[in-house]
C-alpha cells in the first residue's frame, strides 16, 4: 500500500509560481511511477504530468508545456511540480499519483494510488 501526501498549494497571483510537493510512503519509489493530475470545478480530472522510474522520462500536457516541471528525488521518496508562469486555468485541485506497474503513465486508469489533493488557485 503506498500513501501520497500533496503539498504546497495555495493562492498565488497570475503570473506566479507554486511548488507542489508529494511524499509517498511504502512501496518501492524508485521504481514507481509518478504523476500530477488536477480537476477544475465542474470539469474532469486531467493529465498534467508524468515521470518515470529513475526520472530519466518525462510527459506534459500541452497546456502546461514549459511552464510546469516535473522531477523527483528518491531519496526524499518525494515527487515535485514546479509550476512558473501560472494562468487563472491553473486553477484546480491538484493531484499525485503512483504507479507501480509502468515505467511511465499518463492515463489516470494506469494509477493504483492517489493523495487527497491540493487546492491551487490563481488570481489576477
Known amino acids: 500500500q503506498v500513501q501520497l501526501v500533496e503539498s504546497g498549494g495555495g493562492l498565488v497571483q497570475a503570473g506566479g509560481s507554486l511548488r507542489l510537493s508529494c511524499a509517498a510512503s511504502?512501496?518501492?519509489?524508485?521504481?514507481?511511477?509518478m504523476g500530477w493530475f488536477r480537476q477544475a470545478p465542474g470539469k474532469e480530472r486531467e493529465f498534467v504530468a508524468a515521470i518515470s522510474w529513475g526520472g530519466g522520462r518525462t510527459y506534459y500536457a500541452e497546456s502546461v508545456k514549459r511552464r510546469f516541471t516535473i522531477s523527483r528525488d528518491d531519496a526524499k521518496n518525494t515527487v515535485y511540480l514546479q509550476m512558473n508562469n501560472l494562468k487563472l486555468e491553473d486553477t484546480a485541485v491538484y493531484y499525485c499519483?503512483?504507479?507501480?506497474?509502468?515505467?511511465?503513465?499518463?492515463?489516470?486508469?494506469?494509477?493504483?494510488?492517489w493523495g487527497q489533493g491540493t487546492q491551487v488557485t490563481v488570481s489576477s
Open positions: 499519483a503512483a504507479d507501480g506497474g509502468s515505467f511511465i503513465a499518463t492515463r489516470m486508469t494506469d494509477y493504483d494510488y
Open positions: 511504502g512501496g518501492t519509489f524508485s521504481r514507481t511511477a
